[in-house]
Nanobody, 125 residues
Framework: VQLVESGGGSVQAGGSLRLSCGAS????????VAWFRRESGTRRERVAA????????LYSASVEGRFTISQDWAATTYYLQMNSLDTGDTAIYYC????????????????????WGQGTQVTVS
């Protein structure tokens, strides 16, 4: 699976950005597709995950109500809509995927994900 993120950039606090993750090579679905972020000097934090079979989504407490993860109709692009951004959201954002044994994604942390994009920088000032 190859994942390519785009859509990062700089935005003022209170603004919005939409990140995109183009995916290729996803066969034998379903997958868990997640967005992680890493602030400088910290571990990656999972902010959202999507179970592709039924679109069920989960979010970290820090972003719930502000961020939305979704997929397009062809299930080849995954999005992270980020609203009401604040300086604490500044990080490199990564798209990741795995083929789950479970029928949901909550039990899979960073080290379970097998495929990663290169990351895209989001800066909120």
């Amino acid at each position: 699976v190859q994942l390519v993120e785009s859509g990062g950039g700089s935005v003022q606090a209170g603004g919005s950005l939409r990140l995109s993750c183009g995916a290729s090579g996803m066969i034998d679905k379903p997958y868990c597709v997640a967005w992680f972020r890493r602030e400088s000097g910290t571990r990656r934090e999972r902010v959202a995950a999507l179970y592709t079979d039924d679109n069920s989504a989960l979010y970290s407490a820090s972003v719930e109500g502000r961020f939305t993860i979704s997929q397009d109709w062809a299930a080849t692009t995954y999005y992270l809509q980020m609203n009401s951004l604040d300086t604490g959201d500044t990080a490199i954002y990564y798209c990741a995927a795995l083929r789950p044994a479970a029928t949901e994604c909550s039990s899979y942390g960073e080290y379970s994900y097998t495929d990663w994009g290169q990351g895209t920088q989001v800066t909120v000032s």
